[in-house]
Structure formats: structure tokens, C-alpha cells
């Protein structure tokens, strides 16, 4: 019953992470031109904005531009995504299911964009007016926030006391 539910736990926020994810890029896609920009709420502008881009290399593009770039990210997002499958069942908490769910999720979602489009389309554009700017999409969003769900538990997990050395023999 319990790995029933673990499962479960995967396929849902896995699948909902994936499906917000394509829904959005989706209609990016079919409503604006590459790098079109539309300001949804005014009061954040200039720090939030939706803006149509693509990114051929990984988070904060990168290697983009590299040879075989897209090739390389989709042949380690799926190796990525199997490993973390594969590792998924011997998770004991709720909350490194559902990072590990949400980093599944978002890797699957940039690999049906670089099998679809050849690259993986990003659309959030967040800015600090002169200090940084950055677009990318909901899915990279989810990895990250994944990826540091699992390094803060990582760290609060107790450590193993030290172990005293073997004696020396004595002769």
C-alpha cells in the first residue's frame, strides 16, 4: 500500500508540474513571436514580464550556442530523469518525494520541448533593472525549487556520529 501512494505522489505532482508546464509554453508559442514581450501586471513591470525566447543549453543558457548542445542537455535530462525514477523508491519522506516529483516533472517538460522544437522555450522574464535579467519557464522554475528542497534536507538530516579509530595492536 505504501509504495502504491509513494507512486502516486509521483505521478501527480509529477504530471502537474509537467502539464502547467507545456499549458504555458503552449500558449507562449501560438501567441507571441520569438521575443515579444507582454506585461500581464503593470505594477511589476520592469521586474516581471512574459517574454517569448529559447534556451539550447541548460539553466542560464549554459553551453547554448555550443555544437550539439540541445542533444547533449536532452541525453542528460533523460538520464537524469531515469536515475531519479530508479532512485525514487527508497525516498522515506514526503517532502524528498515531492521535490524529486516536481525535478521529474520539469526534466520531462524541457525534454518534449527539445524533442519538439529543438530547443527548450522560455518565457519568464525576471529582471533587477542593471543588476541581472533572466528568462526561463515554469519548468526550470520546478527543478530548481526541487533541487533545493532536496539540499536543505540533505543538510538538516543528522549526521553519523564519528566512529573512534580501530586500536593500534599492540606487540
Request: no cysteine; hydrophobic share 55%.
Given at each position: 500500500m505504501h509504495?502504491?501512494?509513494?507512486?502516486f505522489l509521483l505521478i501527480t505532482?509529477?504530471?502537474?508540474?509537467?502539464?502547467?508546464d507545456r499549458l504555458s509554453k503552449l500558449w507562449v508559442v501560438n501567441h507571441l513571436d520569438m521575443y515579444e514581450s507582454v506585461i500581464p501586471?503593470?505594477?511589476l513591470f520592469p521586474y516581471f514580464q512574459i517574454t517569448?525566447?529559447?534556451?539550447?543549453?541548460?539553466a542560464f543558457g549554459i553551453g547554448a550556442g555550443t555544437p550539439f548542445a540541445s542533444v547533449v542537455f536532452f541525453v542528460v535530462s533523460v538520464g537524469i530523469i531515469l536515475f531519479l525514477?530508479?532512485?525514487y523508491p527508497r525516498l522515506e519522506s514526503v517532502s524528498a518525494r515531492v521535490a524529486t516529483a516536481m525535478i521529474v516533472g520539469g526534466a520531462s517538460g524541457n525534454v518534449v520541448d527539445r524533442l519538439v522544437y529543438g530547443h527548450v522555450v522560455d518565457w519568464v522574464h525576471l529582471s533587477i533593472p542593471s543588476v541581472i535579467a533572466n528568462v526561463s519557464n515554469l519548468a526550470d522554475h520546478a527543478i530548481v525549487l526541487g533541487v533545493c528542497v532536496l539540499l536543505v534536507l540533505n543538510w538538516r538530516q543528522p549526521q553519523p556520529a564519528p566512529q573512534d579509530p580501530p586500536p593500534t595492536p599492540t606487540t
Open positions: 509504495r502504491v501512494k509513494s507512486g505532482v509529477g504530471a502537474l508540474v509537467f502539464l502547467v501586471i503593470p505594477a517569448r525566447s529559447f534556451n539550447t543549453g541548460a525514477l530508479a532512485s
